[in-house]
Structure formats: C-alpha cells, structure tokens
C-alpha cells in the first residue's frame, strides 16, 4: 500500500460523516464564510482546488475539513486545515506525522520544520523528519550536524539511499578529501541495486575536486551500472568532457543518446552547443548541488516506480537546498500532473528561466495543461508562437495539431500535420504516428483521398499498427469498400489488442456489413463487455440483433445507447430505428 493510499481509502467515509456533522449545524458554522465552496465540493459540483478558504474554530470541523480536502487533491487547504487542527490539538502525534508530511510534500518548509523536530521527539526513527533536519543543516552549513544525524538514522528504507549520498556530499562541504567523501558511499553498492548512484556520485565529487579523468572513469562504470545511458547522465558526464576539452566524445555521447530518444530537446541544445564551441556551466559545482542531485536521483527513481508521494517529498527537499533547479522543477511539475494539480504544476512551469534547455519542455507541458483546463486557444497560441520561434522543430506543430483533433478543429488540425510534415526532410519509422493523425483529422473532416493516402503510408512504416489497421479497415467498411481486406486487416488488429472494444466492434461491425449476423452478434456481444458505455457499440449490437431475429434485445441495445448521450447524428438515427426497426428488413413494428 502506498505511504497517502489509506488517506484515500477513507474518503467516502470522511464526506458523509462531514455532510452529516453539517445537517446538524455543528461543523459548518466553524469553518468560516467559505464553507460553501467545501460543502459544493462534497455535493460534486465545480470546485476548484487550491482556491484559499479560511480555517475555522473547532477541530473536528477543521480536521474533517483537512481529510476531505487530501481525499479530492486539494492538498494547498488540506495543509491548512490540518494545521488548524493540529493547533487544537498539538500532542495527537498522528496527525502531527500527517501535517508534517502534507508540508514537507508542498514545500512549506518553514512551516514543516518545526513540526519535525516535533516529530523526531515522539519518535526518534521518524524517517522522513530525520531527512528533511539532515537537509536543513546541509542548506545552512552544518555539514557536521548532517553527518551526525544521518549516522544516528535507521539503516533502512529509503535511508539506505539517501544517508550514503548525503554523507558523502557533507564530508565535500567540510574539506574532507575525496577519499574521505566517497567512504560514506560504501553503504551504496550491488546488494541493493545502487551500483549506478553510487558510481554516479563517485564521478560528481572527483568532478568538483578537479579530478577530471577519475570522474571520466566512474561516468564510465555509472553508464555500465545502469545498464545504459539516461538523459542525466548523459547531460552531467557531457558537460564534463566538454570542459576537458574532448569534443568528440561528448558529440558521440550526444548522439548516442539522440539515437535512441530523437526528439530530446534538452541534449539537442547541447549538441549545438558543442557545434558552437561553447562551453557548459558546471551543474554539480558545490556540496549543495550534490546533495541537491542526490535527493533528485532518488526522487527520479521513486517516481518512474509510480511512488509519487514519496518522490515529490524529495523534490521539495531538493528545492529546499536548490531554488535554482530547473530539472527538479520538471520532475515535482510532472508528479503534481499526474495527480491532476495541473495550475499547480504550471506555476512551476513558468517559473523555470526561459535561457535554460529545460525551458522547452516546461512550455510543452504548460501547453498541454492549459488545455486540459479549457484554456485552449491561449494553448494553441503557445504552441503556434513555439513553432515560429524554432523553424526546425516539429513537436510544437504535432502538439497543435493533436490539441485541435481532440477539440475537433479537424481542418485546423490537418494544417498543423501539414506543416510538421513540411519540416522532415526524410520521413522515417518514428514518423509513422504523424500520418496516422493526420489521416484521422483527414478523415473527420470528410477528405477521405488524402486520409486513406496517410493510413497506408502509416502502414507502410508499421504493417502491424493495430490502431491505423482498425481504422482503416472501419473506415473502408462503413463505406462498404474493400470488405475482404478490410476484414482481414481487422482480425489481425483484434489478435493484436484482443481486449480493445473499439477494434474487436470493427470486426463485429465488417463482418455484419458481409452479412455473417450470427458472427457478429458474438464479436459485437463481447465489445460492449469491454466497452459498456460507447454510444456506437451498443448501437451497432442492436443492429446486429435485429438482424438475427432478436427484436427486442436490438430495442432494449438501441434504447440503451440513446441514454450514452450519442453524437446528435447518430441519435436521430438511433431514433428511427426504435420506433421503425431497420428499414430494409421485413421485421416492422413489435
């Protein structure tokens, strides 16, 4: 179970308890002039997370108030409010490890570490408190002071990770030698699957003591110990051969990685960097830094293992010892996505230096988020602005065009897919997804010539895409063209996603077009197992069920997609054949 999962489990518990304490009048009225907003909250109506409500004068409402606001990711006024009631109730050591926590993971650090050194006094292997204490020495200089509680700290959980790296980042931060530094490491190795951080720090800390060619050997084993090249370690040990003025091992270094991931931006500014001769700052130039890398290796691992909570506690960590972080800033931005705090993230966005290479992906992803939040022309703006500012990229104008299908602009869309296309000078495997878009917003906007041309030419790069396959093939059956093909090109999509509804109505549906009903009836029976509530579905089964002579059930499947809101075409035509059965077979009314 996850460290917040159980604060979960209790939501629908908390907000009926809550809703009932507010019918009796005796929690409410605590909870301020705002309480409206909280109980629209409870009631499922708009509510906008993170809008400031003012905490009240009880501790249950307070508390109540708090756990509701963690249960529906309002976690700004769930700090709050359980700050409130931590203050009526200061010795309940429960919710002071919750509050502290809740802090600690939005960074309210002034707030929070006070509340640890609470924590470290009821229970002295509080993990968590011990870290972010070890950390505040770090930012302040006590670098002895770190050292002595991290050796005082359990040796387990995530300490095996972070107490090594911290330790040794101290002992650079008070003169020690490297020798002395890297000791501290020892902790790290094979045993628990850290070879990589510990090779990884190795480099960094000869790095910063002028080193150069030890630090060259240890990227060496860091790239061997994780068993390939990552963006970071990529970035870090390029930027120490640039510095030591081997070129073309930080361009073969580049390119290998730009090989395997061709659309980074980030190492593509430090190819063309290099092509400039110019030469990169140092990123790990101090202890801090080091130490601020350190929290943001583990946090980046924590979170690619789906364990946000922990991860983004880390992050704010992090931050705390290195405002000026633009990566961390980029991984605590996706972790709040992921959780749905899309302003939240975007405040982090925009805050990232627009001189930095991380600044591109930060405007990517505020891009996305604005149209998550309805915001869809200033989107479109950004991305269009993004585009003429960078003639040679095409993943602006990909995300354009993909924004305006999903709202469907799809004539729009079609010439956001032109011009991405326009700027590929070869078209490759790794472009076979633009075709496919393209098709699709092609074909919606009833330009089937050009849309049939972009799914075989999709097809072309990969002959086994299930989802181009399925399109195509559906398309050519609803025009009722290359039936055989069709169906063939389908089979082999339902083989490939056997548990994808649309694709395996496809096959239902080719095969009902061919007039094999009793066949269809069983494909299309088992789309709707997989896919309920699609309008289209239930639909194209009830026509399969008239056909066989099963009336009733195609009326009770037609009614049925009437109340899935289908599109206004389709719900006209689904009205028809309610009342009149299928127009071309003999079975009339019932």
């Known amino acids: 179970m996850k460290p917040f999962q159980r604060f979960n489990l209790a939501g629908a518990f908390l907000a009926a308890l809550f809703l009932a304490a ?240 061709p659309n980074s931006r980030i190492l593509g500014h430090a190819k063309k960097r290099v092509d400039r001769g110019g030469t990169p700052p140092r990123e790990v130039a101090t202890a801090i830094d080091g130490a601020a890398e350190s929290l943001f290796g583990i946090a980046s691992s924590l979170s690619q293992q789906n364990i946000s909570e922990m991860a983004l506690v880390l992050g704010r960590m992090a931050l705390h ?47 996305a988020n604005l149209d998550e939040l309805d915001q869809t022309n200033r989107a479109i703006k950004q991305l269009r602005a993004m585009a003429a500012a960078e003639a040679d990229q095409v993943e602006p104008l990909i995300n354009l065009g993909n924004i305006l299908s999903r709202r469907e602009r799809f004539k729009e869309a079609v010439k956001a897919y032109d011009q991405a296309l326009s700027r590929i000078s070869e078209y490759k495997t790794k472009h076979w997804s633009i075709f496919y878009s393209r098709g699709i917003a092609l074909e919606r906007s009833k330009q089937w010539p050009r849309a049939e041309a972009d799914f075989l030419k999709a097809l072309e790069f990969k002959p086994d895409q299930p989802f181009v396959l399925n399109y195509l093939g559906y398309s050519w059956v609803d025009q009722g063209i290359n039936l055989d093909r069709a169906k063939e090109m389908i089979r082999k999509a339902v083989k490939l996603r056997p548990t994808d509804g649309y694709i395996v109505d496809s096959l239902g549906w080719v095969l009902y077009r061919l007039g094999d009903y009793d066949e269809a009836v069983i494909e299309m029976e088992r789309a709707v197992e997989l896919r309920p509530q699609d309008p289209v579905i239930n639909d194209h089964l009830g026509d399969a069920y008239w056909k066989v002579g099963r009336m009733q059930e195609a009326r009770f499947q037609w009614r049925r997609a009437l109340s899935l809101d289908p599109e206004p075409e389709l719900r006209g035509a689904i009205g028809i054949k309610f009342k009149k059965g299928l127009a071309d077979d003999a079975g009339g009314d019932i």
């Open 22 to 261: 507010c019918a009796k009048g005796d929690i409410a009225e605590n909870l301020g002039p705002k309480a409206s907003l909280l109980k629209a909250c409870l009631k499922g109506d708009e509510c906008v997370a993170g809008a400031p409500l003012e905490q009240g004068n009880s501790f249950a409402g307070n508390f109540l108030a708090g756990r509701h606001a963690q249960v529906i990711r309002d976690m700004g006024n769930a700090a709050g409010y359980l700050s409130s009631a931590l203050e009526k109730s200061p010795d309940e050591p429960d919710l002071l490890r919750r509050t502290f926590i809740l802090l600690t993971s939005e960074g309210r650090m002034k707030e929070a570490l006070p509340l640890a050194r609470r924590v470290i006094a009821v229970n002295k292997k509080a993990p968590i408190a011990d870290i972010l204490l070890a950390v505040d020495d770090f930012k302040n200089g006590r670098f002895a002071e770190t050292e002595d509680r991290l050796a005082a700290a359990p040796k387990n959980g995530i300490n095996i990770y972070i107490g090594p790296t911290l330790s040794a980042w101290a002992r650079v931060g008070l003169g020690k030698s490297v020798k002395e530094s890297v000791k501290a490491l020892k902790g790290l190795g094979k045993k628990n699957g850290s070879q990589a951080l510990h090779d990884l720090h190795h480099a960094l800390i000869n790095d910063v003591a002028g080193n150069a060619e030890a630090a060259k050997k240890k990227f060496k084993e860091a790239i061997k110990g994780q068993g390939g090249l990552s963006l970071r370690l990529a970035q870090l040990f390029g930027s120490l051969l640039e510095r030591m003025g081997e070129i073309g091992e930080a361009k073969d270094l580049y390119q290998k990685y730009l090989d395997e991931h």
């Open 321 to 367: 010892l290195k405002p000026n972080f633009p990566v961390m800033r980029i991984l605590i931005a996706d972790i709040l996505e992921s959780d749905g705090r899309l302003k939240i993230a975007n405040q982090l966005y925009e805050s990232i230096d627009p001189s930095s290479p991380f600044s591109w992906p930060a405007r990517m992803g505020y891009a």
